[in-house]
T-cell receptor
Framework: EPEVTQTPSHQVTQMGQEVILRCVPISNHLYFYWYRQILGQKVEFLVS????????KSEIFDDQFSVERPDGSNFTLKIRSTKLEDSAMYFC?????????????FGPGTRLTVL | EDQVTQSPEALRLQEGESSSLNCSYTVSGLRGLFWYRQDPGKGPEFLFTLYSAGEEKEKERLKATLTKKESFLHITAPKPEDSATYLCAVPPKFGNEKLTFGTGTRLTIIP
């Protein structure tokens, strides 16, 4: 069964450093998402991406964050200058169609630890 | 703002003891209600989507139902491997594709 994959599984970085989290969505999916989950808290939406552009972003997704689909298979989340409060699990998700007719499938996550 | 509230926060059951988890939502014009299972340190795993009041979906020992204000996840004769956090999520009424998640119910099944 096709699944969303994410790398790395765990990333440790120093405050102020740039990190790139990578995702390979399910191959025939067209909508891509990033969510995050701070330890013990809810899963929170960050950004959605369709047709090579951001379709929606949350208040969390400020200028420090960017997303890119550099080729036909990868979807990346970049944090330019990490802060302590960016420590969280980051989940990539994808769906074939809009939410009214299809489901978002999540990857296993990348645990980001900012020291 | 759309709200999703799950109860209880945590539930401990003996193996074989059936129960129900609740998800109530305030979004009007529901475009779908999603149930996911999340194991510790893992991503949400899709279980069910419900689109209209009265709809029911089943998978093994789980059955999800939907009314106009809430959804229930019924677990029948659970086994220890059903232990996980169960999340429900809804999209907003219009437009974008983001999901708003509840805080989840942490289910523990004791052998």
């Amino acid at each position: 069964e096709p699944e969303v994959t994410q790398t790395p599984s765990h990333q440790v970085t120093q405050m102020g450093q740039e990190v790139i989290l990578r995702c390979v969505p399910i191959s025939n999916h067209l909508y891509f998402y990033w969510y995050r989950q701070i330890l013990g808290q809810k899963v929170e939406f960050l950004v959605s991406f369709y047709n090579n552009e951001i379709s929606e972003k949350s208040e969390i997704f400020d200028d420090q964050f960017s997303v890119e689909r550099p080729d036909g298979s990868n979807f990346t989340l970049k944090i330019r200058s990490t802060k302590l409060e960016d420590s969280a699990m980051y989940f990539c998700a994808s769906s074939k169609d809009r939410i009214s007719t299809d489901t978002q499938y999540f990857g296993p996550g990348t645990r980001l630890t900012v020291l | 703002e759309d709200q999703v509230t799950q109860s209880p926060e945590a539930l401990r059951l003996q193996e074989g003891e059936s129960s129900s988890l609740n998800c109530s939502y305030t979004v009007s014009g529901l475009r779908g209600l999603f149930w996911y299972r999340q194991d510790p340190g893992k991503g949400p795993e899709f279980l069910f989507t419900l689109y209209s009041a009265g709809e029911e979906k089943e998978k093994e020992r789980l059955k999800a139902t939907l009314t106009k204000k809430e959804s229930f996840l019924h677990i029948t004769a659970p086994k220890p491997e059903d232990s996980a956090t169960y999340l429900c999520a809804v999209p907003p009424k219009f437009g974008n594709e983001k999901l708003t998640f509840g805080t989840g119910t942490r289910l523990t099944i004791i052998p």
